[in-house]
């Protein structure tokens, strides 16, 4: 079963900051919070990972509250390439206990 | 490079003829998976590797099976094909030190 909620779909324009916020009600003590990309037909590739406070990589920030129930991912001056599936997991290093839901279509317009 | 490679990445098939999905990953990662991807259903997982001879079903394994005789190989085995199995597959891995997944360019299959 999917730990995650998401929204199913967002629009942007080009140049705008995009957040993605997932909810994680029962996360664990133990998890970490993972972000990952997909384009159509091709594999899911890692964006980013935290467990608590900020992380940022050149490609996005992850924003995690104090109680870790939810999360934000956050990507600058999107372009239309990034138009893209973003899925939301959470799970520990014991990996058999992350699951991908259905993700958030994100579509950048010009 | 490191990667996950795939083969076939497109294959047309008929029902009840068994077939062999093959992955192969050069990062000496520990942990490898397969999941099929279908419209409106997001990634499921099939099966499942902790390492070397250690196998375990994920959420939907019927209709499949795996092997794990070689740290790098993990193929995945459809004994007698049908219809219901026509899906994109992806095949991933990661150290059992990390959470990231690498994953292949996925293997588009269809069944007639």
């Known amino acids: 079963l999917a730990k995650t909620t998401q929204p199913i779909s967002m629009d942007s324009y080009e140049g705008q900051e995009v957040n993605i916020t997932c909810s994680h009600n029962n996360i664990a003590t133990n998890d970490y919070i993972t972000w990952y990309q997909q384009f159509p037909s091709q594999g899911p590739r890692f964006i980013i990972q935290g467990y608590k406070t900020k992380v940022t990589n050149e490609v996005a920030s992850l924003f995690i509250p104090a109680d870790r129930k939810s999360s934000t991912l956050s990507l600058p001056r999107v372009s239309l390439s990034d138009t893209a599936v973003y899925y939301c997991l959470v799970g520990s290093y014991n990996n058999n206990d992350m699951r991908f839901g259905a993700g958030t279509r994100l579509t950048v317009k010009p | 490079e490191a990667q996950v490679t795939q083969n076939p990445r497109y294959l047309i098939t008929v029902t009840g003829k068994k077939l062999t999905v093959t992955c192969s990953q050069n990062?000496?990662?520990?942990?490898m998976s397969w999941y099929r991807q279908d419209p409106g259903l997001g990634l499921r997982q099939i099966y499942y590797?902790?390492?070397?001879?250690?196998?375990d079903k994920g959420d939907v394994p019927e209709g499949y099976k795996v092997s794990r005789k070689e740290k790098r190989n993990f193929p995945l085995i459809l004994e007698s094909p049908s219809p219901n199995q026509t899906s994109l597959y992806f095949c991933?891995?990661?150290?059992?030190?990390?959470?990231?997944?690498?994953f292949g360019p996925g293997t588009r299959l269809t069944v007639l």
């Open positions: 991933a891995s990661s150290s059992i030190l990390e959470v990231e997944q690498f």
């Open positions: 990062m000496n990662h520990e942990y």
């Open positions: 590797s902790m390492n070397v001879e250690v196998t």
